[in-house]
């Protein structure tokens, strides 16, 4: 069999996979906080006992498009907006922390303070407010609760959001959708970053996700040329090789 069809046939699966990573963006535009996914690849030469000959498409390090999304003010009080390089901290179901910026917290049935559903952590651990108290939350993160009833001047003072400081390439993108440390950043900070007091919260505001749904489109539709290319490649080659055959039985 020709090589030329091992590699189209490379090339036309990292036309899949950079497809898939597309689509997962386009579906994550309006997603708070999201942070766009790269799709790397780079051609590599085969090498034999002679001359380097041919190239087949390998995956390159994934990353994920750092930008700050646009910050739109929605006037809630528990929604926050988070600087350059700002992470909320939350806690999985196996008691491990991984981060978020996506600043719609909400209050869940026992009065926890959640984040997609996870607990949102505290400089304590898990935050906890009063039933029926109006939280407050401060731009150095901070929260305080007013009980129904209460007087003004009565705020108490509920926790602490954790907030950490982590830039490019210190978080990987798992496929919960959370943001954990790398390996190579473990080794250096440890598995669990710690609060930085120098962050500082925009509260009542969301940061959109930094997703261009028209640079997201524009992708698509040359990921789907670029598979179809590859494919007539292959029916080409194919078509040559039956050809030859032929050709030959006639010899």
Same mark, same amino acid.
Request: zero cysteines; hydrophobic letters at 40%.
């Given at each position: 069999? &020709?090589?030329a069809?091992?590699?189209?046939? !490379?090339?036309?699966?990292a036309?899949l $996979?950079?497809?898939?990573v597309?689509? $997962?963006?386009?579906?994550n535009?309006s997603? *708070?906080?999201?942070?766009?996914?790269? #799709?790397?690849?780079?051609?590599?030469?085969?090498e +034999? @006992?002679?001359i380097?000959t041919?190239?087949?498409? /390998?995956?390159s390090?994934?990353?994920? @498009?750092?930008?700050? %999304?646009?910050?739109?003010?929605? %006037?809630?009080?528990l929604?926050v907006?988070l600087p350059? &390089? !700002?992470?909320?901290?939350?806690?999985m179901? &196996?008691?491990?922390?991984?981060? /978020?910026?996506? %600043?719609?917290?909400?209050i @869940?049935?026992?009065g926890?303070l959640?984040?997609? !559903?996870?607990?949102?952590?505290?400089d304590? !651990?898990?935050i906890?407010?009063?039933?029926?108290?109006q =939280?407050?939350?401060?731009p150095? +993160?901070?929260?305080? #609760?007013?009980?129904?009833?209460d007087?003004?001047?009565a705020?108490?003072?509920? %926790?602490?959001?954790?907030?950490v400081?982590?830039?490019?390439?210190t978080?990987? $993108?798992?496929?919960?959708?959370?943001f954990?440390?790398t390996? *190579?950043?473990?080794?250096?900070?440890g598995? /669990?970053?710690?609060?930085? =007091?120098?962050?500082?919260?925009?509260? +009542?505001?969301?940061e959109?996700?930094?997703? *261009?749904?028209?640079?997201?489109?524009?992708?698509?539709?040359?990921? #789907?040329?670029?598979?179809?290319m590859n494919?007539?490649i292959? *029916?080409?080659?194919?078509d040559?090789?039956?050809?030859?055959?032929?050709l030959?039985?006639?010899?």
């Open positions: 069999m &020709d090589h069809i091992y590699t189209a046939l !490379g090339a036309a699966n036309s $996979n950079r497809q898939a597309t689509a $997962n963006n386009l579906a535009v997603t *708070s906080g999201f942070r766009a996914q790269v #799709a790397a690849f780079r051609a590599v030469a085969v +034999g @006992d002679s380097p041919r190239t087949l498409v /390998t995956a390090t994934p990353y994920n @498009d750092y930008s700050v %999304g646009t910050i739109n003010t929605t %006037g809630r009080s929604d907006a350059q &390089d !700002g992470w909320l901290a939350v806690q179901s &196996d008691g491990r922390e991984a981060y /978020t910026r996506n %600043g719609n917290i909400e @869940d049935s026992e926890a959640t984040v997609r !559903g996870l607990p949102l952590l505290g304590g !651990g898990p906890a407010a009063p039933p029926q108290a =939280l407050t939350i401060a150095d +993160g901070s929260i305080t #609760a007013l009980g129904a009833g007087e003004p001047s705020l108490a003072l509920v %926790g602490k959001i954790k907030i400081n982590a830039g490019p390439y978080l990987q $993108n798992g496929d919960d959708g959370l954990h440390v390996a *190579s950043a473990a080794a250096e900070r598995e /669990t970053l710690p609060a930085d =007091l120098q962050m500082k919260l925009t509260p +009542g505001a969301l959109s996700s930094n997703v *261009s749904p028209v640079k997201s489109m524009v992708e698509m539709i040359a990921n #789907a040329r670029g598979f179809d494919m007539k292959i *029916s080409a080659v194919d040559n090789e039956k050809k030859s055959n032929q030959l039985n006639l010899g």
